[in-house]
Nanobody
Framework: VQLQACGGGLVQAGGSLRLSCTASGRTLLNYAMAWFRQAPGKERQLLASISWTTYYADSAKGRFTISRDDAKNTVDLQMNSLKPEDTAVYYC?????????????WGQGTLVTVSS
């Protein structure tokens, strides 16, 4: 599976962005999917995941929404009310068993910059 993330960019605080991750090479139907982010000087953080259920980190709750379209082999992250502290490189990941400590597949990352 190859994961391609897109949708990052520069946005003002309070704005919105929608990230999209497209898989090729294999269907995502049986995979749990997740979005991570890594801010400069910080560890990579799990933001949200989706399989039969969804999970959100506290930093994402109420502002971010993860969704998937298995027919299109995509997983999206809708981000609203963005804050400067959301600035990071965002990565999508896929794993059959939701092993987010070491997911099987990673996307290449897309940069989100939120200006104040």
């Amino acid at each position: 599976v190859q994961l391609q993330a897109c949708g990052g960019g520069l946005v003002q605080a309070g704005g919105s962005l929608r990230l999209s991750c497209t898989a090729s090479g294999r269907t995502l139907l049986n995979y749990a999917m997740a979005w991570f982010r890594q801010a400069p000087g910080k560890e990579r953080q799990l933001l949200a995941s989706i399989s039969w259920t969804t999970y959100y980190a506290d930093s994402a709750k109420g502002r971010f929404t993860i969704s998937r379209d298995d027919a299109k082999n995509t997983v999206d992250l809708q981000m609203n009310s963005l804050k400067p502290e959301d600035t990071a490189v965002y990565y999508c990941a896929a794993d059959l068993r939701s092993n987010w400590g070491a997911p099987r597949y990673w996307g290449q990352g897309t940069l989100v910059t939120v200006s104040s």
